[in-house]
Each structure stands twice: as structure tokens, then as C-alpha cells.
């Protein structure tokens, strides 16, 4: 739990938080910056919602696995975009990455973290587990930001968009451990759930697993 809340500042969220700033630092003009963060924010809304819908019907595991994968590839070209030559066309495909990620990061790994959340910890601790873990997403996100705003200020790091490949990397690391540690638990009863991290059951066979009705553990 305490990874998956901190992993929401590792995958996107700081250029979905600062989209205005990006933009701006990404050769946009002021308006167009503006209105691109208008954009992104009502895009953020409805995919969001979208987010209900395909988190009920294909499950938490692939959309944050295989979203923070997608983050990661949009995270690493958006540093490719920032590395040519400065240009009209460097600065939209900035401008579009810079975009995708953050409206990304509200369709998977935002939303369906809090699902994640919800159902891993167990009911008797859940009020714990959850404050511990809420406080594990400051303790990452104080340090973040200062650094984000750094790597984007142009009198600081003055990084921009390759600022890309810094948390491509970091969102690299967040799949590997959602791949070896994140379980699938749509359609699971929170006993099931108890069942199967007693189990020790591996993340990826939580799928394949069958509990029975008269399981007790």
C-alpha cells in the first residue's frame, strides 16, 4: 500500500500537477499553455470516469501495470522530444507527451490506485494501514515537487521536457515492483483476499487461483 501511494508522485502526477507550467516551459505560448491545461484538466475528468467503467469490468492489475508501462514509454519520448533541436515541431511533440502523461496518469494509476488501496489492506488495520500509507505519499511528494519544479524552472535545472527521462525512470521502477507485486483483486471478497496474502499466493497467479467456499485460514 505504502508503494502504491507513493508511486503516484513517481509516474506522472508532477507533470499532470504543474501541465500550465510545462506547457510554458515546453515553448508553448502563454495562452495556448493555459488553454492546453484547460484541455488537460477536463480530459483528466473524463477519463477519470472512464476510469469506473474499465476498472469494474478488466480488473486493477492491468490498467496500473500496463498504464504505468505506457507512462513510462510516453515519459522517455517526451525526453527524446526535448533532446533535438529546438523547433516548432519539438515543442508540440512536448507539448502532446507532456499531455498524454497527464491524462494518462487519471485513467490508471491515480484512480485505480485507490481501488488498490481500498481492497489490500485488511479490514481490522484498514484505518492504519491507510493513514500510514497516506503518510508515505507526503513523505515522497514534499521532496518531488521541489525537485519537479526545479527541473522545469529555466534558471534552475532548466531541464524541461527532459525532465522526461527522470521520472520515465522512476516510473520504470514503479512497473517492475507493480509487476512482481501487485495483485488482481476484482471479483475477490475481502476474505478471499486475507486467504490469498496468507497464502503468500505470488501477485501474478492471484487470477488463477481458486478459494474455496469452505477455505479458512
Known sequence: MCGVYAAQNLTGNLIANQAVYFFKQAGMGTDTAFALGLITSALQMIFVMLSWIMTTYFGRRPLY??????????????GIAASVPKSNASSNAQASFGLIVSVLFTFTAAPVSWVIIGET???RL???TTGIGRASYYIIEIPCIFLASYMLNPTSGNLGG????VWGGTAFICFVLAYFFIPEMKGRSYREIDILFKRKVPARQWSKTVINPEDDE
Do not use: D, E, I
Not at 162 to 165: A, E, T
Open 121 to 123: 489492506s485488511a479490514v
Open 162 to 165: 527532459k525532465s522526461g527521462y
Open 126 to 128: 484498514r484505518p492504519m
Open 65 to 78: 501495470v500496463w498504464g504505468t508501462f505506457f507512462n513510462v514509454v510516453m515519459l522517455v519520448s517526451l
